[in-house]
């Protein structure tokens, strides 16, 4: 697979763990290659993916091959993240899982669904 170059995404301070919404060079450059960000992940056609150069990248390889078409307006959609209850922070403290703005995790496990992480961690409890 060929490494492509992109400039430092330097619109959040850490791209990995921050929520927030893309920066306006971080839009206009997902807007150019049809990528969008929903407020869980950056997503280009049917894939999603959880570092925006990622998912720029792809997006410039797959529109770079020859044949390739446009997925039409895919403009950046952005989202709030999830607001837990009380009730819900109260249950995965009390089964050691943890949520960080996008994925729910549990003894090294990742899942996007709180129900799965809570299902597993009373089965490993």
């Not at 009380?86 to 249950?91: K, P």
Request: charged letters at 25%; glycine letters at 6%.
């Amino acid at each position: 697979m060929e490494k492509l170059d992109l400039p430092s995404m330097a619109s959040r301070s850490d791209p990995d763990t921050s929520f927030s919404q893309p920066s306006k060079a971080d839009m206009a450059r997902m807007s150019e290659v049809h990528v969008r960000f929903d407020g869980h992940c950056y997503r280009y056609g049917q894939y999603c993916y959880d570092k925006l150069a990622d998912a720029l990248a792809y997006a410039k390889l797959d529109q770079s091959r020859p044949g390739h078409q446009t997925m039409g307006d895919c403009a950046p959609v952005w989202t709030p993240p999830l607001t837990l209850t009380m009730e819900q922070r109260s249950l995965m403290d009390s089964l050691g899982v943890e949520y960080d703005g996008r994925q729910y995790r549990f003894k090294g496990y990742h899942y996007d669904r709180l129900a799965d992480a809570i299902a597993y961690a009373r089965q490993n409890a």
